[in-house]
């Protein structure tokens, strides 16, 4: 013998709501969102997820849900509860989460969040209230108020040369893979409310189990709104939106949902070990004074053409740099420049903390393309050193102040069977003018290009074949 | 927060601003210290961004690909998974915020980040949860704009950042890192302000220190994350818990608001930072921050080698913004000069901090041109030379 | 048997909660609710059950918008 009261997941007084009237709605005489708030109340107490339910409210005559269900409440951005609805979900996993949205705030503010959310297979329950109209804010068009009807913003009545047709929004989204129940409903009779009920039911189930996303499409009477009396508003849902909206299930293809993280245990050793993973502990020291043909700091350009690996260059010179306990920095030529163009990068190496990162008058210049090296030589300090690739740059620097060293890094890199690594060629080369790093720190520095065995070798010859041009090309010259 | 609490009818919000005693010693915060036992990693400050959420305990990453901040999402991707965290990319910006929302809501920390167009889609979702005072971290790697702009850095997010870009009363804090070790120090930080006040917090830096490589020494894993009692976490503790950010009756959302601007107060007074440094009596200060800042330092080197009176105030807070320290900088000064990469965005927070009593001089490139030394040196002169005219 | 099934029920409604939206008084399949002539609390008139013929079927209780609005349940004999 069963009786019927008020759920335990609706609260029996409103103090939220608050003014002279906390016992009764805010909702006005007959409106559906009422119903449906018994419904879902009565599904989530049956399936005993009250404790768990975190319901989101988003604008709309519902935004005020939080008045009357007796669960976790997050009002919500217009249109937004299904990515607010995602956040929760993700970083509560066994929380099950409802968003309740309205026709203009799903359908049409809300579009692509709804879309983005079902694709995506979000585990997740959605209740759609589809009154046709916006009503909180006065009556206005909704997406899906049938052609011809007269609102605040439709005059003369929907036409569909103006605005198109309502939205089917359960048949939109049924063929979706991430959807796993859409279904369409009203509250016209006992009979339907009942489906409709059921329908709920089966959508949170899915949620409790795993099992993704669920749409519940409600045709909610709005008699303020359609401008009717409660009753009327029965037979205007079964005269204007039953052949727009046919009521029905769209898609119940249940599918299982692989286990989440669980986001909100936190484990500081985890963290520990994964982002301070390779590196060693503190203590590392200058390994030996070299001898430098540039005094620091040192203020590098590397520049060529996008795919020479200059960024590279740039960044293993900084790293030698780092090793050898100096201050660095790297800063790249960044965005659409860096794929096919040109390429260039500014690395500061100091003995005193790198203020300034932008070289604007480098004292070392290595310049792998012609037009790198008339790009950046008038920018040279006096004194500096220019280090080119004498393979694709037939004349070399012109002003008499530079020190001018060729390598033919292309030709030498081509010879080892990959012109790839020319670039490894010329930093080979700076670390013979350089004098560093130590010849220990030289081989984790090419294991951080490249751990595979073969280019590891290639690279290792390819420094190896710099550094004797380097040695080469600068003996004539002291 | 529950809105059936009984406002309290405060009455109007009145404010006197004095004008700031220049000899009154300012107060400043400092990062807390940490511990660090490992040798620095080379890497980007986008890079960096992420590291250091990780290492202060975020859990949750949803964002949109944006150059040139897209490496803080890469890093995301791969390192959030392989700690239990989550990495979601979202269907867009607007959609991204929210997610940091819902999170936020559920009391996990939690971040977005973005570069400036994108940053203004997130305005919608930055005001509601300043509204619905959600702990959440919101990075800017700001490039070019207005419009789509361009790539190249820029500092002109100042204004929708650090005034509010989006609709209502409220202030964030701002952080304005100008390394790689800030982008991860600062991030940390970052995360302690936002639980630590209930509020989103921003970190604000641009292209070029988003893309350039340092050493960065980072610190351990934060051992504990505060407990969230006002959060909503699906369970029976948090049932009666509400997140929201409409008050609709007009008293209860003044209170609301004056709760919020009672936080700001709080934050202005104990969470200011700025560095100073070069001539202890200046005649000209030179303000600015982010990457400005080590374009500057370079100009201040040159100038305090030539034994002229200058000095550089760094605002490490934008907002708030550190007024006090700027008055006490220029008690004696003849001029201030403040160097943007903007037409002119928080010199108008260097005029008030000045208040009128010397001239404040701005140079600005914009569009991802940069100042160099040599263009800041000359200004510095043309200035002081200015200054003598008028003394 | 209709007579003894009958009885068993009870609707009970809260009146000054009802809106007069009417909507139970239109579903109940059993036509055993009414619209009050009186006026309640707010202004609008009640409804009310004519205090037979409830078959419990909870119809009234699912269309009620108002979630401390009806209550159906086994007809106490001590009130009878």
Redesign the interface.
């Known amino acids: 013998?069963?009786?019927?009261?008020?759920?335990e997941a609706?609260?029996?007084t409103f103090?939220?709501k608050?003014g002279a009237d906390p016992?009764?709605?805010h909702?006005?005489?007959?409106?559906?969102?009422?119903?449906i708030?018994?419904?879902l109340?009565e599904v989530i107490d049956e399936l005993g997820v009250?404790?768990?339910?975190?319901l989101?409210s988003p604008v709309g005559c519902s935004?005020f849900a939080?008045y009357?269900f007796?669960?976790?409440?997050?009002?919500?951005?217009h249109g937004?509860a299904p990515?607010?609805?995602?956040?929760?979900?993700?970083?509560?996993p066994?929380?099950?989460?409802i968003s309740y949205q309205g026709d203009g705030d799903l359908a049409a503010i809300g579009g692509?969040?709804i879309?983005?959310a079902a694709n995506r297979g979000e585990n997740m329950t959605v209740v759609f209230v589809n009154n046709a109209i916006y009503g909180m804010t006065g009556g206005q068009l909704a997406p899906t108020s049938p052609l011809g009807m007269k609102t605040t913003t439709t005059p003369e009545g929907r036409e569909f040369e103006e605005y198109g047709s309502p939205m089917r929004v359960a048949e939109l989204l049924a063929p979706l893979d991430g959807v796993s129940l859409s279904s369409r409903h009203a509250?016209i009779?006992?009979g339907e409310?009942?489906k409709t009920?059921k329908a709920l039911k089966k959508a949170i189930k899915y949620q409790m189990e795993g099992k993704g996303f669920s749409l519940v499409e409600i045709l909610s009477q709005c008699?303020t709104g359609w401008k009717v009396?409660?009753?009327e508003s029965?037979h205007w849902v079964e005269e204007h939106m039953l052949k727009v909206f046919p009521l029905g299930t769209y898609k119940d293809e249940p599918r299982q949902r692989p286990t989440p993280?669980?986001?909100?245990?936190?484990?500081?050793?985890?963290?520990?070990r994964?982002?301070?993973a390779g590196?060693?502990?503190?203590?590392?020291g200058k390994a030996h004074e070299p001898v430098r043909p540039v005094t620091l700091p040192l203020g590098i350009r590397a520049a060529g053409f996008g795919g020479q690996g200059i960024l590279l260059l740039g960044?293993m010179l900084?790293?030698a740099g780092?090793a050898e306990g100096l201050?660095?920095?790297?800063?790249?030529s960044?965005?659409?420049e860096m794929r096919g163009g040109t390429a260039n990068c500014s690395v500061v190496i100091s003995d005193t903390p790198?203020?300034?990162?932008?070289v604007?008058q480098p004292n070392l210049l290595l310049a792998l393309n012609r037009p790198s090296l008339e790009r950046f030589e008038p920018m040279m300090q006096p004194g500096g050193v220019v280090i080119y690739d004498s393979s694709l740059i037939d004349v070399g620097p012109t002003r008499s102040d530079l020190t001018a060293i060729a390598i033919p890094a292309t030709k030498i890199a081509d010879e080892l069977g990959t012109a790839k690594v020319a670039n490894v060629v010329m930093l080979g080369a700076c670390m013979e003018l350089l004098a560093f790093p130590s010849q220990s720190e030289r081989d984790p520095l090419l294991q951080s290009i490249s751990r595979d065995e073969k280019m590891l070798e290639a690279n290792r010859l390819a420094l190896k074949g710099g550094m004797e041009a380097a040695r080469a090309a600068a003996a004539p010259a002291r | 927060m529950s809105q059936v609490d009984s406002p309290t009818h405060r009455g109007p919000f009145r404010k006197v601003f004095h004008p700031y005693h220049p000899m009154s010693q300012p107060t400043s915060s400092r990062s807390e210290p940490r511990s660090r036992s490992h040798a620095p990693q080379f890497m980007k400050g986008n890079e960096a961004v992420v590291h250091g959420a990780l290492l202060a305990g975020c859990r949750c990453f949803f964002g949109y690909p944006i150059t040139p901040a897209s490496e803080i999402a890469h890093t995301a991707a791969e390192l959030f998974p392989e700690v239990g965290g989550v990495f979601l990319q979202a269907e867009s910006e607007i959609a991204a915020i929210q997610m940091v929302y819902g999170a936020s809501s559920a009391g996990v920390r939690c971040m977005t980040a973005s570069s400036s167009p994108g940053i203004s889609l997130k305005q919608e979702g930055i005001s509601y949860a300043a509204g619905s005072e959600l702990p959440m971290v919101i990075v800017d790697i700001t490039r070019g704009g207005p419009g789509l702009g361009n790539i190249a850095p820029e500092q002109s997010d100042y204004f929708q950042m650090v005034k509010g870009g989006g609709h209502g009363n409220y202030r964030l804090p701002v952080l304005a890192p100008a390394s790689a070790q800030e982008m991860c120090d600062f991030t940390v930080d970052a995360f302690t302000l936002a639980d630590r006040y209930r509020t989103p917090v921003v970190v604000l830096a641009d292209g070029l220190i988003g893309q350039m490589k340092e050493p960065v020494s980072l610190p351990d894993a934060v051992r504990e994350i505060p407990d969230k009692p006002w959060s909503v976490r699906g369970d029976g503790a948090t049932r009666e818990n509400l997140i929201c950010s409409i008050f609709l009756d007009p008293p209860v959302l003044e209170d609301h608001v004056r709760h919020l601007h009672d936080k700001e107060m709080e934050i202005e007074a104990k969470e200011t930072r700025w560095e100073l440094e070069g001539h202890p009596d200046p005649e000209l200060v030179l303000v600015s921050y982010g990457v400005v800042s080590r374009i500057v330092r370079g100009a201040l080197d040159e100038a305090l080698a030539k034994g002229m009176r200058v000095a550089a105030l760094r605002p490490q807070t934008l907002w708030p913004f550190p007024t006090a320290a700027l008055a006490h900088a220029t008690r004696d000064a003849k001029a201030v000069l403040c160097v943007e990469l903007s037409t002119g965005q928080m010199v108008e927070d260097v005029r008030l901090g000045v208040g009128g009593a010397i001239p404040v001089h701005f140079l600005g490139r914009c569009g991802g041109v940069l100042p160099t030394v040599t263009e800041i040196g000359e200004e510095m002169e043309s200035v002081l030379a200015q200054a003598e005219v008028l003394s | 048997m209709s007579n003894s099934h009958h009885r068993r029920f009870n609707v009970e409604f809260h009146e000054d909660l009802c809106k007069g939206c009417g909507l139970c008084v239109h579903m109940c399949p059993h036509h055993v609710l009414v619209q009050s002539e009186r006026l309640n609390r707010r202004g609008f008139h009640p409804a009310e059950y004519v205090g037979e013929g409830c078959t419990g079927c909870g119809i009234c209780f699912h269309t009620c918008p108002e979630p401390s609005g009806i209550d159906v349940e086994p007809h106490s004999p001590t009130s009878a």
């Open positions: 013998m069963k009786e019927f009261h008020r759920p609706l609260y029996s103090p939220r608050g016992e009764a709605t909702y006005c005489p007959g409106c559906g969102h009422g119903i708030h018994k419904l109340g009250g404790e768990r339910t975190v989101i935004v939080y009357y007796n669960a976790g409440n997050i009002q919500a951005a937004r990515a607010v609805a995602t956040g929760v979900k993700r970083a509560r066994d929380s099950i989460v692509n969040n879309l983005q509250l009779n006992a409310i009942i009920k008699p009396d409660p009753v029965l993280p669980h986001p909100a245990d936190y484990e500081p050793a985890l963290i520990d994964v982002i301070h590196t060693s502990a503190n203590g590392r960044e900084a790293k780092l201050s660095v920095t790297w800063l790249p960044y965005g659409p790198v203020g300034n990162p932008i604007d």
